[in-house]
C-alpha cells in the first residue's frame, strides 16, 4: 500500500501513515533504561516481566545482568511522531524482544529482529521522543502499534514493573519518562 505519490516524495497523504519500517543500520546501540528514582531496569523474560529496580545489587557489580539495545528503523513516508525503534537484550545468549500484545500488556519474544516490517505498526516498534528538552538523556517510548501507549511504570507498584500507559493527548506524567 503506498500513501506517498511519486510528485511528493517521502511525506503522506495522511498524517501517521506509514509504508513500512526499515533497519536503519546494522548496528545496535547498548544502553540501560532507568526511572526517575535512578532505578535500573532489569529483565526477567522467564518470568515475562521487566522491573526497576535500586542499583548496587549483587548481579549488577558482578556484570551479569543484560543490557538492552536499541536498534533504529527508517520509515518510508515521513511523519513527526519520533524515531522508530525496536529495544531488545540478551540474555543466556538468547534474543529477546520488547513486545506490545493486542491486550496492552508487554511481552518479551525470543527471536531475532526483522530487516523490514511492512505495515503502518508493529507490536516490536516504539517512537522514541526527547520527554523533557532540559534533559536531553530523557526519552519517553510510544507505542506503534497503541497509540497514546507509552512504556513507563505504575506508581502504585512497589515492583515498579515495566508496563505499557495509557495517556491520552498531553497528559504524560514522569511515571513514562526513562533515562537512557
Not at 71 to 79: G, P
Request: hydrophobic share 35%; with cysteine.
Amino acid at each position: 500500500m503506498a500513501c506517498c505519490p511519486a510528485a511528493v516524495p517521502m511525506r503522506c497523504l495522511y498524517k501517521d501513515e506509514v509504508d513500512a519500517f526499515k533497519c536503519a543500520s546494522s548496528e545496535s546501540i547498548p544502553c540501560n533504561f532507568k526511572n526517575i528514582f535512578d532505578q535500573k531496569l532489569i529483565p526477567y523474560p522467564e518470568k515475562c516481566f521487566a522491573a526497576f529496580q535500586s542499583r548496587g545489587s549483587e548481579e549488577e557489580t558482578d556484570g551479569s545482568q543484560p543490557i538492552f539495545f536499541l536498534k533504529k528503523y527508517k520509515e518510508l513516508a515521513w511523519h513527526d511522531r519520533g524515531l522508530a525503534v525496536a529495544i531488545t537484550f540478551k540474555e543466556n545468549n538468547k534474543n529477546y524482544i520488547v513486545s506490545v500484545n493486542s491486550d496492552s500488556s508487554l511481552a518479551f519474544n525470543q527471536r531475532e529482529l526483522p530487516q523490514d516490517i511492512p505495515g503502518v505498526q508493529s507490536e516490536i516498534i516504539f517512537y522514541q521522543k526527547v520527554f523533557r528538552k532540559e534533559h536531553p538523556n530523557s526519552f519517553c517510548f510510544e507505542s506503534s502499534l497503541k497509540q497514546n501507549c507509552y512504556l513507563g511504570f505504575s506508581a502504585d507498584d512497589n515492583n515498579k514493573k515495566l508496563v505499557l500507559k495509557h495517556l491520552p493527548g498531553n497528559n504524560l506524567d514522569e511515571t513514562i519518562m526513562l533515562f537512557v
